[in-house]
């Protein structure tokens, strides 16, 4: 795609370049944001304002026109998100530095209005990550980001392999000094490593420790060459001089040793999950054709026999509350009637759900989309975009068989905040190499009230937001954990680190039944999602066309003591004729957050009474918020007697009916149905 560079003039900004280029993109403009004139430096939350004397040159040296504004806000909203949740909120902040980079962006596509994206040269902030993004939102352009989330050991060394010759313009971190202005990176290295070591400094200088000028670097035409510079001391103090160079003079320099653009591709796996990748490659080598057999495309009805009630209905239990099963029957009074249509009206009815307890469509946490056919998806994610701002809900979306007449259903999870700063998203919209873009209007993750709900993550190539070709189940499943793993990093960085992250519910989606033992075999292998209940559940498709689709539930564990950890317990009871009853619950004992899973395959009926006798089971079903039923539709006749067994008509919780092909446990193929019941 076409794109503008964002221009700092820094490494960062001009190496992420070389990596926009590598992935086939065109630059054809370059546009900055600097102080107003006679003012040579500003403490800007969001732009690098130091070096701006000289981004003239950057943007000749580059051959690209340059596009300029002046900073003219601040910042006035300095929290974790930025705009509103609700559509209506979700424009930016009056007044803050933001809209001037809003203001710039409009005008550079005013003049090229081919434009589809934009290079930024972020690393680690997410402050500033947050902020672009959702200008370019706006503008309906593209994040360039390949340097997010990088190593930044890694990425100074690539840097300076790749031809980068850049500067010290800044020094304003514990060890730096004026003497160390005008230095290069390569003689900046072992101060940086060394400060790295002693003070834990960001040797990328994501912490504010200093700043670059690039001078040269393989994408320039011409080298920069610094004629005059003058030092100028900003605050001395005995923690760490704030001081930059000032650039008086400057001359562009022809290159005659031009070098090709060439920057490091980083792996698109980590070891150990290209071992988990080979290990799946190693089970389907040596697997037998499997003798599973998939179901019919079409289900006659989405409830198991039994249950009256199949519409949607709703829970509270304390802050929390769950929505389930919210279809729209208006496709069989209309046959006109449109999937935009019907999910406006599924909206409708959750928004209606959701008022009962003063709640609004922002506070869910969660929202799982269940459609007819994966051909509806781009359509379903249009009218949904409408319904969210900033920060949209985690959401999982697969195609599973639905009923006649009904191609879209709903079930979310919500909580009431006290106030913004108690939830936290992580919405990374850029594409990089760290983990796929959303594909959707929704978040990564949320965490709220120590819950943390992770999107769907598929195996998707994240610097391109394709499947691997040619179809790969071994590395879609690898990607799919690693995209889970990295993820949940981030959060842990975005939020101060100090939590682990305990497993509460994994939920693997397939394509195919045939696909379940070899993904099973990296689930075993992936130790840190072996103490949650865990489901193998095959539908009719996954977005995109991908083979498998992970869902996961934590919990950050910070109720827990430090020497607490969550408790998995599983059991199994096995009927004559192949009945049997199977458990698993991961419990804490400071907290109410809790998961029971209980899957059963025929006639169990006799052993359910003994699950209020089992201390974990009885913890979750007295507390059960909602409960997310997966079934094989063919098989569930002792479905109302066991539910009716398990809670009182009164207390029974909501249950969204999920139709599934194949259901598996870690141990166990085929059960008849599954149940995750939610415990709040």
């Not at 926009?20 to 546009?31: E, I």
């Not at 039923?629 to 109302?640: D, E, I």
Request: proline share 6%.
């Amino acid at each position: 795609m076409k794109y503008v560079a964002l221009l700092s003039g820094g490494k960062d900004s001009c190496y992420n370049l070389l990596h926009c280029q590598r992935n086939g993109h065109d630059l054809v403009a370059a546009a900055s944001l600097g102080p107003e004139q006679g003012k040579e430096e500003i403490d800007s939350y969001l732009f690098q304002t130091v070096g701006q004397d000289a981004i003239e040159f950057v943007a000749h040296a580059l051959d690209v026109p340059l596009y300029r504004k002046n900073i003219l806000g601040a910042a006035v909203e300095q929290g974790s998100e930025y705009g509103g949740r609700h559509p209506e909120e979700s424009s930016g902040v009056p007044g803050d530095e933001t809209e001037d980079l809003h203001a710039l962006l409009s005008a550079v596509k005013a003049e090229h209005p081919d434009i589809q994206g934009v290079a930024i040269g972020a690393i680690l902030s997410n402050y500033q990550r947050v902020r672009m993004e959702h200008v370019c939102r706006r503008l309906g352009l593209t994040p360039l980001c390949y340097l997010w989330q990088r190593d930044q050991i890694e990425l100074l060394s690539e840097m300076i392999e790749a031809g980068m010759e850049a500067v010290l313009i800044k020094v304003a971190g514990v060890g730096l000094k004026p003497e160390h202005l005008g230095k290069t990176l390569v003689e900046m290295r072992p101060t940086l490593l060394s400060l790295h070591e002693l003070y834990g400094s960001h040797i990328c200088g994501e912490g504010g420790e200093y700043e670059t000028l690039t001078l040269d670097c393989p994408l320039f035409k011409q080298r920069i060459q610094l004629v005059e510079t003058e030092t100028v001391i900003h605050s001395d103090n005995d923690f760490a001089v704030v001081a930059y160079l000032r650039i008086k003079d400057a001359v562009l320099k022809p290159k005659y040793n031009q070098v090709p653009p060439n920057p490091v591709i980083p792996p698109l796996l980590t070891p150990d999950f290209e071992a988990l990748r080979d290990a799946v490659a190693a089970s389907l080598s040596t697997s037998s054709a499997s003798t599973t057999t998939l179901l019919a495309n079409t289900v006659e009805s989405v409830a198991p026999p039994g249950i009256d009630d199949n519409g949607s209905s709703s829970r509270q239990i304390g802050r929390w509350v769950a929505i389930t099963n919210i279809t729209s029957s208006s496709s069989v009074e209309n046959p006109e009637f449109s999937v935009e249509d019907e999910v406006r009206v599924c909206f409708q009815e959750l928004q209606a759900q959701l008022s009962q307890y003063s709640l609004k469509l922002a506070n869910c946490s969660i929202i799982n989309i269940f459609l007819s056919s994966m051909d509806y998806f781009v359509a379903v994610n249009g009218v949904y975009a409408t319904y969210f701002g900033t920060s949209p809900p985690a959401r999982a979306c697969v195609a599973i068989d639905l009923p006649p007449h009904t191609r879209v259903m709903l079930d979310c999870v919500a909580f009431a905040e006290d106030k913004p700063a108690d939830r936290q998203a992580l919405h990374v919209q850029g594409l990089s190499y760290w983990a796929p873009a959303n594909i959707g209007p929704y978040s990564q993750a949320i965490i709220v009230d120590e819950r943390v709900f992770i999107s769907g993550q598929i195996g998707l190539l994240p610097s391109s937001l394709t499947l691997p070709a040619p179809v790969s189940l071994s590395t879609e499943t690898a990607l799919s954990f690693q995209h889970v793993e990295r993820i949940v990093s981030t959060l842990k960085n975005n939020s101060g680190g100090g939590w682990e992250g305990h497993g509460q519910a994994n939920l693997y989606w397939l394509a195919h039944a045939s696909d379940v033992p070899h993904v099973k075999k990296a689930s075993a292998l992936f130790s840190k999602v072996a103490s949650a209940p865990t489901l193998f559940l095959v539908v009719s498709a996954l977005p995109k066309g991908a083979l498998v689709e992970k869902q996961v539930l934590l919990h950050t564990g910070q109720y827990l003591l430090p020497d607490e950890e969550d408790e998995l317990t599983m059991r199994d009871h096995e009927g004559e004729d192949g009945a049997g009853l199977h458990w698993e619950a991961s419990v804490f004992s400071e907290t109410t957050a809790s998961v029971a899973m209980i899957c059963v395959r025929g006639d169990a009926h006799s052993a359910v009474p003994g699950l209020h006798n089992v201390t974990e089971v009885n913890q979750v079903l007295s507390r059960a918020l909602s409960i997310r039923l997966f079934y094989q539709p063919s098989r569930t006749s002792s479905f109302a007697d066991i539910f009716s067994t398990l809670f009182a008509p009164h207390e029974r919780p909501p249950v969204t009916y999920i139709p599934c092909r194949h259901i598996s446990t870690r141990d166990h193929d085929d059960w008849d149905y599954a149940m995750v019941i939610i415990g709040a």
